[in-house]
């Protein structure tokens, strides 16, 4: 393999239209789900230029190859189209983060918690990281307490995906929206 080609993306694999099927033999499906074949690639190719359409490939059944016989703009057009509104019918959840301390103060507390409630509600995954500095480390239980008050304050927009865990000198905890019922 050439070097520049190696780093080049891989094209998405193309439809093989007409002359781009290689088999031999096709089985053409009809737009009313008749079978017509399995006929030689000739045959078909005709049958297609006759109704002033193209042959597509759908699929690849041993040695034969199974074709539709269609206008290949207008297929093409549909395709997008469903690929632009399954998109749009696509949610995007992203993951936030919220850092607290130890020794936080309540009015402090209340504005993470005001900012997480805002990400929540957007639909956005929360993740709740409470640093441990110093010897702070040995009071496990304070940090805990103050995950319990946080979410308290969050608890009627988000449920706990996942509870607290110590990671290193984190105590993090995962936070997602309410299902709605």
Do not use: C, W
Request: proline content about 3%; aromatic content about 6%; glycine content about 6%.
């Amino acid at each position: 393999m050439s070097q520049e080609n190696r780093f080049q993306p891989r094209k998405q694999q193309e439809d093989a239209v007409d002359k781009a099927i290689r088999a031999r033999e096709i089985l053409i499906i009809t737009d009313d789900g008749n079978k017509i074949g399995p006929i030689s690639k000739r045959e078909a190719l005709q049958m297609a230029e006759d109704a002033g359409l193209n042959l597509l490939q759908v699929g690849q059944q041993g040695p034969v190859a199974i074709a539709k016989i269609v206008d290949y703009g207008k297929y093409k057009y549909e395709q997008q189209k469903k690929a632009k509104e399954n998109k749009k019918h696509q949610t995007e959840t992203q993951n936030k983060e919220i850092r607290l301390t130890v020794k936080i103060g309540e009015h402090d507390l209340d504005t993470k918690a005001r900012k997480a409630r805002e990400f929540i509600e957007a639909g956005d995954r929360v993740k709740v990281s409470l640093k441990f500095k110093g010897r702070e480390i040995v009071y496990m239980d304070l940090g805990q307490q103050t995950l319990d008050r946080f979410y308290d304050k969050v608890s009627d927009v988000a449920t706990i995906e996942k509870a607290p865990k110590l990671n290193t000198r984190f105590l993090d905890m995962y936070i997602v929206p309410k299902k709605k019922n």
